[in-house]
């Protein structure tokens, strides 16, 4: 893409993003997000855009206790896996941090492996690290921190072996 090109890009991307951050248009993300989801799941995580490493995240809904899935884009870090809860700048955290908030185990898939993980804020001491990676992989992140006054969670998912936790989990 040329230079001229970019800021084009952007522009509609972010026009877009924030069309589908209202919450009127969440019937219309989680349709999308299924799809991608079923796509992905169909070529073996093949069906992505390289610049950005996306996974399928497993949680179990708070509410309803049925797992719920949902692509997310993705830095590694060391063996961890780190997202941004950033819903496109939306003022309301997504569903799928509200759910690791209340049972903090998960499943990922990345491309065709999948892992058992617990999730976990990232502290005070490593966030800004972890969000400079983030926005360095993902620069429209830096966009959706304007959008909201709420600071992004930055999202650690770190591989279990097994769970430790004997509420419901995402496989199930």
Request: net charge positive.
């Amino acid at each position: 893409m040329s230079a001229a090109e970019e800021p084009r890009t952007s522009r509609l991307f972010n026009a877009a993003s924030d069309i589908l951050r209202r919450p009127s248009m969440r019937r219309v993300t989680r349709t999308l997000s299924a799809l991608h989801s079923a796509v992905y799941r169909w070529t073996g995580g093949r069906a992505q855009n390289r610049k950005y490493p996306t996974m399928l995240l497993g949680v179990v809904g708070r509410r309803t206790g049925r797992r719920r899935t949902v692509p997310v884009i993705y830095i590694k870090d060391g063996d961890r896996f780190v997202v941004a809860a950033a819903y496109s700048g939306s003022d309301t955290d997504p569903d799928w941090w509200l759910n690791l908030r209340a049972n903090p185990f998960a499943e990922v898939q990345v491309q065709k492996s999948t892992f058992h993980v617990e999730a976990a804020q990232a502290d005070a001491a490593e966030r800004p690290e972890l969000w400079r990676r983030l926005v360095q992989m993902y620069p429209y992140f830096t966009d959706y921190q304007k959008r909201t006054s709420r600071e992004i969670p930055v999202i650690v998912l770190t591989p279990v072996l097994r769970r430790r936790h004997p509420g419901r989990n995402p496989d199930g």
